[in-house]
C-alpha cells in the first residue's frame, strides 16, 4: 500500500515535470532531435543548421523532448572562456567528408546524471530486438502499443531483477526522440532505467534495462564524524552563513533553501553573474556612429633617394614609391617631406599641411 | 607565526588545435594569443620573483594537451610566423598613429610586447616553454600538476572505466615525459567529479585533487572545515575545495576586480576598429574581422564611449586590488583560525587565460599580491596543496559529493540539448576501442600502430572543450566538426583493422595530423 501512495506522488512530480519540459522545450529553440544527431559537418553555420533542420522537419513530436539550454545564458566564467577562443568565427575548408550514423542498432540504454534531480538516457534499439519483445505480446494486445520508460528506484538494492526495486513509476515517450531528461527529483539515490512496450491494459514488456546511477548528493550531511564534529553554531560560522534561526530544524530548513537558491543561481561555481553582468547590463542602445579620419600621404621619387617624414626616414618601393597613412585627431598639421638624391647634390622639401576640425 | 594559508591555483588548458593541412589555422591562434599574453607574461613574472628573490608558492596545471602543442615544432614555427606578423602590423601602427599621443604611445607599448616576446621565444627560450615552467618547478617556487589527457568531462565519460582510466594514465604518463617526474596533484577536468573516481586518482599514484566548493560541503560525512582545510577520500588521495569568496572577487565583473573602469576594455580591438583595406592582412584569411589583440581603449564606464588605456593608471590599481584582495584574505584567515582550531587553507583556483588575456592586469595583480603577501603582512603565507599535506598529514575521512565548477554544479553544462548528441558516440566508441584492444592487440605492429591511432581519435573526440563550445554557442561548428571527425578516422582505423586491409597513405596522414601524445599506448584499454 505504501509503495502504491508513493508511486502516484511521484507519478504526479514527474507528470509535473515533463509538463515543465515541454513548456521549457518549446520556449527554447526548435531545433528537432533528428538534426542533432544526425549532424554531419556539411552545415556551414549554426544558424543554417536550424533552417535545414527546421525544413526537414519530419516529425514535429521529437521537438518536445529537447531540452535545450538556451545557448545565449553564459556566465561570467563561460564568457572568459569563450574569450580564450576568440580568433575567429571558423574556418573550416576541409572536403564535407564526415559522417555519423544516426543509430548503430546495437541495443542499448544508457543513463547519466545531469545533476542531484535530473537524469538523463539515450536508447538505441534494432527493429529485429523489437519484433522479438513484441512477440512475446498476446496478439490481442499488440493494438495500440505504447514506448514507455520504467524508472525504478534501486538505492541500495544490489541485485536488481526489474521486480524488487523500491518504487517505480512510467514516463509515456516518443521513441524516435532516441533520449529523454527525467526529473527524479531525489538526490543521493539510486536510478535504473527500462525501456519498454506497454499495452492498451497497462501492461509493460521490458526491451532494454539500463545501467544503475545514483544522483550526486545536495545539502550538508547530517552524519557527523566524532572525532571531527564541531558545535552547530561555530560550523555555520565556518560556512558563513548566520541567522538561521533556532531550532535546528529550522535552521536546516533555511540552510537548504539556500544552498539550493546558491546553486541554481551558480553560487558556487563562480559563475556569479550571468549576462546580466554589470558590463552587459548598461542600458546601451544598440544603435551608433563612429567618424575616423586617417590622412594618405603618397609620392614618388627616384628609387635611390632618401625619403623622411617629419625628419623621421621612411622606406621606400622599388619603384620609388612611398605611402604613408596617418590617424588624424582635430587640429592643424604639416608634413614635410624631404627627398635627397643618391649624390646627396639635391634635397627637395614639399610640406603639405592640413587642418582637421569637426563642424558643430 | 603565520594564521593561514592561501593556495593560488592556474589553470592553464588548451584544446589540442593543429591543422598541418593547411597553410594557416585561425583557430591556432587560440595558442599563440594566450602565449603572448598569459603563459609568457606569466613566466616573466616568476622569473622576475625568483630574480629578486621574493619567496613565493604557486600551483599550476599545464594541461597535457597544452604541453603537447607546447611542445610541438610546426607551433612553435608558427608562432613565430605570428609574431613576425603582428610585429610588422606594430610597426604599421606606431607609425599611423603618430600625431595621436594617447594612442602612439599604446602602440608602442604592443610593438614592445611583441618584439620583446619574439626575442625571449626563440632566442632565451630557445622555443621550449616548457623547459622553462619546470626549471621553476625545480627551484621550488612553482608546483605544476596535471589534468585528463584531453580533459575529457570524466563523469560523463565514466559509464566506460577505461575512458576515466585513459584520461589519467595518459595525462600522467604526458607530465612524466614533458616534466621528468611524477604529477603529485590532477586538476580535475572541470572539477568534474563523481562517486569513485578518487580509485582512478589513487592507482595512478596521484596525491591529491581540487573540488568546487560544494564538492567538499556536500561531502558525507559532514566535512568539519567546510571548504578550509585537506580531506582525504576513502582511497586516501586527498581533496581541497575552491573558495567561494576568493574566487568571486576575481571572476565576478560586478563585484570583481577585472570589471574596473581604469582596466583595459576586452571588446574594443583594431581589427574590429580600423579600415578595412588597412586590417585584412592580419585578420582571417577568408576576410572576417577577428580580434588581433591590439586593444586602445579602458572600460571607461556604462557607456558606448571609450576612453584611451592609461596603463600607468591601469598599474595602480591592479595594484590597489590585489591591496584589496590580500586584506580580505587576511580578514578571513582569521575568522576562520579562530573557529576550527588549525590553520586553514584558502585555496583560489583560476583559469590561467583569465590574466593576461581576459583581465589584461591580472598578471601584474598576481605579482603585486606574490610580493605583497611576501612583505606587508604576517597573517597568511603562500603554499601548495602537497606542502600543506605536510603541515597537517592527518585529515578527515570523506566521501565527496559529484560536482563541477560549471554553471549550476553539476553536469549540465556537459550534458544538455546542445550537446548530448555526442555521449552515444563517445560511449559506444570507448566500448568498440576495448573490443579492438582485446581482439588485434597481438596481431602485429600495424595493428598495434592502427590502435595507438585509434586511442589518440578517441581521446581528441573526448575534450570537454567541444561540448562546452556547443552550449555556449561560441565556436560551435568547430566543435562539432572535431568531434565528428576524430570519430569518423577512429571508426575508419577500426576498418582497417577488421578488413585486414591497411591503407598505409591514410594511416599516416592520420597519423601525421593528429601527432598528439607520441608515446600513447593502447594497453590502458586492456582489461
Not at chain 2, 179 to 191: D, K, N, R, T, Y
Not at chain 2, 392 to 411: A, E, H, L, M
Request: charged share 30%.
Amino acid at each position: 500500500m505504501k509503495k502504491a501512495a508513493n508511486k502516484n506522488t511521484l507519478k504526479k512530480r514527474i507528470q509535473a515535470g515533463i509538463k515543465k519540459i515541454r513548456v521549457l522545450a518549446k520556449k527554447s529553440q526548435r531545433r528537432s532531435k533528428t538534426s542533432s544527431r544526425r549532424i554531419s559537418s556539411n552545415k556551414k553555420t549554426s544558424l543554417k543548421k536550424e533552417s535545414v533542420s527546421k525544413s526537414r522537419k519530419k516529425k514535429p513530436s521529437l521537438e518536445a523532448v529537447s531540452l535545450a539550454t538556451p545557448t545565449l545564458k553564459h556566465t561570467e566564467e563561460e564568457r572568459i572562456e569563450v574569450s580564450k577562443f576568440s580568433a575567429v568565427e571558423t574556418s573550416l575548408k576541409e572536403p564535407e567528408r564526415f559522417n555519423l550514423p544516426l543509430c548503430y542498432n546495437d541495443n542499448r540504454i544508457v543513463l547519466i546524471p545531469r545533476d542531484p534531480w535530473w537524469i538523463h538516457t539515450y536508447w538505441d534499439i534494432s527493429q529485429e530486438k523489437i519484433n522479438e519483445v513484441i512477440a512475446k505480446i498476446p496478439l490481442h494486445e499488440r493494438e495500440n502499443l505504447k514506448w514507455a520508460l520504467r524508472v525504478h528506484d534501486v538505492t541500495g538494492i544490489d541485485n536488481f531483477s526489474g521486480h524488487n526495486s523500491h518504487s517505480f513509476y512510467d514516463i509515456d515517450i516518443n521513441f524516435d526522440a532516441y533520449n529523454w531528461y527525467i526529473n527524479v527529483n531525489a538526490p543521493e539515490r539510486e536510478w535504473c532505467v527500462e525501456i519498454g512496450l506497454k499495452t492498451k491494459n497497462g501492461r509493460f514488456f521490458v526491451v532494454l534495462r539500463s545501467n544503475i546511477i545514483k544522483t550526486p548528493y545536495f545539502g550538508i550531511s547530517d552524519i557527523v564524524d566524532e572525532e571531527w564534529a564541531l558545535p552547530d553554531e561555530d560550523y555555520f560560522k565556518v560556512l558563513g552563513v548566520y541567522d538561521l534561526g533556532r531550532s535546528s530544524l529550522e535552521r536546516r530548513k533555511k540552510l537548504e533553501e539556500l544552498l539550493k537558491q546558491q546553486i541554481s543561481s551558480g553560487f558556487f561555481s563562480g559563475a556569479l553573474s550571468s549576462l546580466s553582468s554589470l558590463r552587459e547590463k548598461k542600458k546601451e542602445r544598440k544603435f551608433f556612429l563612429e567618424v575616423w579620419t586617417e590622412l594618405i600621404l603618397y609620392g614618388r621619387t627616384t628609387p635611390d633617394a632618401a625619403v623622411s617624414v617629419c625628419g623621421k626616414k621612411i622606406k621606400l618601393r622599388d619603384d620609388g614609391t612611398f605611402s604613408m597613412r596617418y590617424a588624424l585627431p582635430e587640429g592643424n598639421f604639416r608634413f614635410d617631406v624631404s627627398a635627397t638624391s643618391q649624390d646627396k647634390e639635391e634635397t627637395i622639401t614639399i610640406i603639405p599641411a592640413v587642418k582637421r576640425y569637426t563642424i558643430k | 607565526m603565520e594564521k593561514g594559508y592561501l593556495s593560488l591555483v592556474l589553470h592553464a588548458h588548451l584544446p589540442f588545435v593543429r591543422h598541418p593541412e593547411y597553410e594557416e589555422f585561425l583557430e591556432e591562434r587560440w595558442l599563440f594569443e594566450a602565449l603572448t599574453e598569459t603563459y609568457l607574461p606569466l613566466l616573466s613574472m616568476m622569473e622576475g620573483l625568483i630574480h629578486d628573490r621574493v619567496d613565493f608558492k604557486l600551483t599550476m596545471n599545464i594541461s597535457p594537451s597544452l604541453s603537447e602543442m607546447l611542445a610541438d615544432e610546426l607551433l612553435k614555427e608558427r608562432y613565430v610566423k605570428y609574431l613576425d606578423k603582428m610585429i610588422e602590423l606594430c610597426e604599421k601602427e606606431v607609425e599611423r598613429t603618430r600625431f595621436y599621443e594617447e594612442f602612439h604611445k599604446l602602440a608602442l607599448m604592443y610593438y614592445y610586447r611583441f618584439s620583446n616576446t619574439k626575442e625571449k621565444f626563440v632566442n632565451r627560450y630557445h622555443r621550449d616553454i616548457l623547459k622553462q615552467f619546470k626549471a621553476v618547478q625545480d627551484k621550488g617556487n612553482l608546483e605544476i600538476i596535471t589534468c585528463g589527457a584531453t580533459h575529457g568531462f570524466l563523469p560523463l565519460l565514466s559509464v566506460n572505466k577505461e575512458a576515466v582510466k585513459a584520461q589519467i594514465r595518459i595525462g600522467a604518463d604526458t607530465y612524466r615525459k614533458h616534466f621528468g617526474a611524477s604529477p603529485l596533484g590532477i586538476w580535475l577536468p572541470e572539477c568534474g567529479y563523481f562517486e569513485g573516481l578518487d580509485k582512478f586518482l589513487k592507482e595512478e599514484g596521484i596525491k591529491y585533487f581540487i573540488l568546487e566548493t560544494h564538492g567538499i560541503l556536500f561531502s558525507r560525512p559532514r566535512p568539519k572545515f567546510g571548504a578550509y582545510s585537506a580531506y582525504y577520500t576513502k582511497n586516501r588521495v586527498a581533496v581541497f575545495g575552491r573558495d567561494h569568496e576568493s574566487s568571486k572577487s576575481v571572476w565576478s565583473s560586478i563585484e570583481g576586480y577585472p570589471g574596473d573602469y581604469n582596466y583595459r576594455e576586452y571588446y574594443r580591438d583594431i581589427g574590429f576598429d580600423l579600415d578595412y583595406d588597412y586590417i585584412k592582412p592580419y585578420i582571417s584569411s577568408c576576410g572576417a574581422r577577428i580580434f588581433t589583440g591590439i586593444k586602445y581603449y579602458r572600460i571607461t564606464g556604462n557607456t558606448p564611449h571609450k576612453e584611451p588605456y592609461v596603463p600607468e593608471k591601469a598599474r595602480q590599481k591592479a595594484a590597489e586590488h590585489a591591496g584589496n584582495f590580500m586584506f580580505n584574505r587576511e580578514k578571513q584567515i582569521e575568522h576562520l583560525y579562530g573557529i576550527i582550531g588549525r590553520k586553514p587553507i584558502i585555496v583560489s583556483p583560476y583559469d590561467a587565460e583569465l590574466f593576461g588575456h581576459w583581465w589584461f592586469e591580472g598578471i601584474d595583480w598576481l605579482n603585486f599580491l606574490i610580493r605583497k603577501i611576501r612583505y606587508d603582512q604576517k597573517t597568511i603565507k603562500l603554499i601548495t596543496p602537497s606542502e600543506y599535506l605536510k603541515v597537517y598529514p592527518r585529515n578527515q575521512v570523506i566521501t565527496p559529493s559529484p560536482s563541477s565548477w560549471g554553471w549550476k554544479g553539476y553536469y549540465e553544462v556537459w550534458l544538455n540539448g546542445s550537446n548530448d548528441w555526442i555521449y552515444p558516440h563517445l560511449h559506444r566508441a570507448s566500448e568498440e576501442m576495448k573490443k579492438a584492444v582485446k581482439e588485434f592487440s597481438s596481431d602485429g605492429e600495424v595493428k598495434k600502430r592502427i590502435l595507438n591511432q585509434m586511442l589518440r581519435e578517441l581521446l581528441l573526440a573526448q575534450s570537454s572543450d567541444w561540448a562546452f563550445m556547443m552550449k555556449t554557442g561560441a565556436f560551435s561548428e568547430y566543435a562539432t566538426k572535431r568531434t565528428i571527425i576524430h570519430l569518423e578516422r577512429f571508426y575508419l582505423l577500426k576498418s582497417y583493422l577488421e578488413r585486414n586491409f591497411f591503407n598505409m597513405e591514410v594511416l599516416e596522414d592520420i597519423e601525421r595530423k593528429d601527432n598528439i601524445f607520441p608515446h600513447i599506448n593502447y594497453s590502458v584499454y586492456q582489461t
